[in-house]
T-cell receptor
Framework: EPEVTQTPSHQVTQMGQEVILRCVPI?????FYWYRQILGQKVEFLVS????????KSEIFDDQFSVERPDGSNFTLKIRSTKLEDSAMYFC??????????????FGPGTRLTVL | SQQGEEDPQALSIQEGENATMNCSYK?????LQWYRQNSGRGLVHLIL?????REKHSGRLRVTLDTSKKSSSLLITASRAADTASYFC????????????FGQGTTLQVKP
């Protein structure tokens, strides 16, 4: 069964450093998302991506964040200058489209980002 | 903005019992979905119910939706120890991106 994969599973970085989190969505999916979950809190939407551009972003997704789909298979989230409060689990998700009806999203296993 | 609130926050039951989790939200929705998260792992989609549906079944899962009360419930029948996990409701609203807005979740412990 196809699945969303994410690398690395755990990333430790120093405050102020840049990190890139990588995701490979399911191949025939067209919508891509990043969410984050701070320890003990709920999952929060960061950004959605469709047709090679951001379709929606949350207030969390400020200028420090960017997303890219560089090669038609990978989907990346870059944080330019990490802060302590960026420490969280980051989930990538993808969704197919069918007849305009929204359907379920398939989530990757997550990348745990620890900013020291 | 819409927000799912779930209750209870934590639920502990014996294997074989039924577990009911509730979710409320604030704004109109296109659909409501339930996801499961095992400790430290990713989210697994369980079931989706559209705004024009009132009840849906999938195996041991039963979901209801009351749009007049802006609430949903997830019933897991004949629970098993393997059902131990956190359960989240997530709503999809009028945004055409399909983004999910998650609730706080219910932590379910099923004791063998």
């Amino acid at each position: 069964e196809p699945e969303v994969t994410q690398t690395p599973s755990h990333q430790v970085t120093q405050m102020g450093q840049e990190v890139i989190l990588r995701c490979v969505p399911i191949s025939n999916h067209l919508y891509f998302y990043w969410y984050r979950q701070i320890l003990g809190q709920k999952v929060e939407f960061l950004v959605s991506f469709y047709n090679n551009e951001i379709s929606e972003k949350s207030e969390i997704f400020d200028d420090q964040f960017s997303v890219e789909r560089p090669d038609g298979s990978n989907f990346t989230l870059k944080i330019r200058s990490t802060k302590l409060e960026d420490s969280a689990m980051y989930f990538c998700a993808s969704r197919r489209t069918s007849g305009g009806a929204y359907n379920e999203q398939f989530f990757g296993p997550g990348t745990r980002l620890t900013v020291l | 903005s819409q927000q799912g609130e779930e209750d209870p926050q934590a639920l502990s039951i014996q294997e074989g019992e039924n577990a009911t989790m509730n979710c409320s939200y604030k704004t109109s929705i296109n659909n409501l979905q339930w996801y499961r998260q095992n400790s430290g792992r990713g989210l697994v989609h369980l079931i989706l119910i559209r705004s024009n549906e009132r009840e849906k079944h999938s195996g041991r899962l039963r979901v209801t939706l009351d749009t007049s009360k802006k609430s949903s419930s997830l019933l897991i029948t004949a629970s098993r120890a393997a059902d131990t996990a956190s359960y989240f409701c997530a709503t999809v609203g009028s945004s055409n991106t399909g983004k999910l807005i998650f609730g706080q979740g219910t932590t379910l412990q099923v004791k063998p």
